[in-house]
């Protein structure tokens, strides 16, 4: 019975324990309680089975919490450990050895910069308390994505270095072409967007409102960051009124100095921008303000005509790779990049693209598969939909699935983790989590755009970068 396997939990001979509670868990005939009541077993392997198994189902509050959780990530990470357990202390290794109660004592966040084994023991009274908490942390340092030049013919009327710098703002980062300043701190609207790195000697002698001039072949948001040292608006800026800039409340900080960031749309064409000065004699002793390039790929508003596979292989002829590589990278492009990982970017949660352009003999495959993605799914891919006893809906991909619970994607990329005690009904459907709306979203040349990129990737495995 049971009952009778239960009784083999207490058995003096770890190997005993640890069969009988597989078996239990395995047939999902023992409860959380008394799951729970196994986490303090004398055994690592038992007592880790438990923790695992905790963790995977939400049974229990975990014993140590690991925040940002284990995984990959594409910058260094600080860990920050917490645990349920009251006055306990935790104790951590980096190297992937097992820690002890003399192993170093976690204080403050503990930063990871390379691939990293964390392990984490609780001690009381110099005692170890539950099992070994092991997480993997993978840094993946990859390339940042560097935006198509959209900006082009950069002059200024004096002579001085004015450069492009296409990957983006970043803490480290030199602002001015002349100046060792670097960027420090970056509000997470601005993180990534490309700049103009100006120079710093035209900030104390530069007026009017034909300073600097450039190019775009798009419309652009124009976000210029003025030195917070400035003490009054910049008149050519024309601060709040109609035509003029708005005061985005952000500031850029960097070693020297702080820029206050204000914003103006630009249409496709030239952008002229004044000096750093309204009177160079009064207001000396600034830096030179610095520009910032904020490009949404698409339209805010969906079109009221639905783009035909026939206008997509039309605008073929005219498709431009540059653009369509754009369009599935770019963090505010298509959105490709929420599930799909090209070129070290995005996210492994839909089929892998990276020699599809090997396997997709004829366009009009990825045509269909944008226009109508629910025409052919994946196998392993078609979404489900969950409705819980809570009565909350959700609908997604299945990427992991145990006895206990299931995890799903949806269409934004975003996974969500659902207890399968907590299901009340469960519908496998014929539709992709792709979501469908493309045909509306963009215009046929962009779609065309993004097809003839595929189209050119025929690496096996270069999405990893």
């Not at 005692?127 to 993978?138: C, D, K, L, N, S």
């Not at 340092?141 to 198509?148: D, F, L, M, T, W």
């Not at 124009?222 to 005061?247: C, H, S, T, Y």
């Amino acid at each position: 019975t049971v009952e009778f396997r239960k009784s083999w939990l207490t058995d003096e001979r770890p190997r005993i324990r640890l069969a009988v509670l597989l078996g239990l868990l395995e047939d999902d005939t023992i409860s959380v309680d008394e799951v729970i009541a196994l986490r303090s077993d004398k055994d690592a392997r038992v007592a880790g089975l438990v923790e695992l198994w905790l963790q995977k189902t939400g049974g229990a509050e975990p014993l140590v919490t690991l925040s940002p959780p284990p995984g990959e990530y594409t910058e260094p990470v600080s860990v920050k450990l917490t645990t349920s357990v009251p006055q306990a202390r935790l104790n951590y290794t980096t190297d992937g050895s097992i820690p002890v109660n003399t192993s170093r004592r976690y204080g403050s966040p503990i930063r990871i910069e390379r691939n990293t084994t964390l392990k984490v023991i609780i001690t009381q009274d110099n005692t170890q308390a539950g099992p070994v908490i092991t997480g993997e942390y993978r840094i993946r340092h990859v390339e940042p994505y560097r935006h198509r030049a959209f900006i082009t013919d950069v002059h200024a009327k004096a002579p001085g270095e004015y450069r492009m710098d296409w990957t983006g703002l970043a803490p480290g980062k030199r602002h001015y072409t002349d100046r060792d300043y670097h960027i420090t701190s970056i509000p997470a609207a601005l993180r990534g967007l490309p700049f103009l790195q100006t120079c710093n000697q035209h900030g104390d002698h530069t007026s009017g409102s034909d300073w600097l001039s450039m190019k775009s072949d798009s419309a652009v948001t124009v976000l210029v960051g003025v030195d917070v040292r400035v003490n009054a608006p910049l008149a050519w800026m024309k601060i709040g009124e109609q035509d003029g800039f708005q005061d985005t409340g952000l500031e850029l900080v960097t070693t020297d100095p702080t820029f206050r960031i204000y914003r103006k749309r630009y249409p496709a064409g030239p952008i002229v921008l004044g000096g750093s000065k309204n009177d160079p004699r009064r207001d000396s002793g600034r830096g030179m303000y610095v520009v910032i390039f904020d490009r949404p790929l698409l339209d805010a508003q969906p079109s009221a005509s639905s783009v035909s596979e026939a206008d997509v292989l039309a605008a073929l002829k005219t498709a431009d790779l540059e653009r369509g590589r754009e369009l599935f990278l770019h963090p505010q492009g298509a959105g490709c990049i929420k599930c799909h990982r090209m070129e070290g970017l995005g996210q492994k949660f839909a089929p892998d693209l990276s020699d599809i352009g090997s396997r997709a003999k004829d366009p009009k495959v990825l045509i269909q598969s944008i226009l109508q993605p629910s025409a052919v799914i994946t196998e392993g891919f078609a979404q489900q939909q969950i409705i819980t006893v809570q009565g909350k809906a959700f609908s997604g991909a299945v990427l992991e699935e145990t006895g206990r619970s299931l995890k799903l994607i949806n269409s934004e990329g975003k996974p969500t983790t659902i207890l399968k005690a907590d299901i009340e009904e469960r519908i496998g459907t014929k539709l992709s989590p792709m979501p469908a709306g493309f045909d509306k979203l963009m215009s046929a040349q962009q779609i065309a755009d993004i097809v003839a990129w595929l189209m050119t990737q025929k690496s096996v495995g270069d999405r990893a970068g």
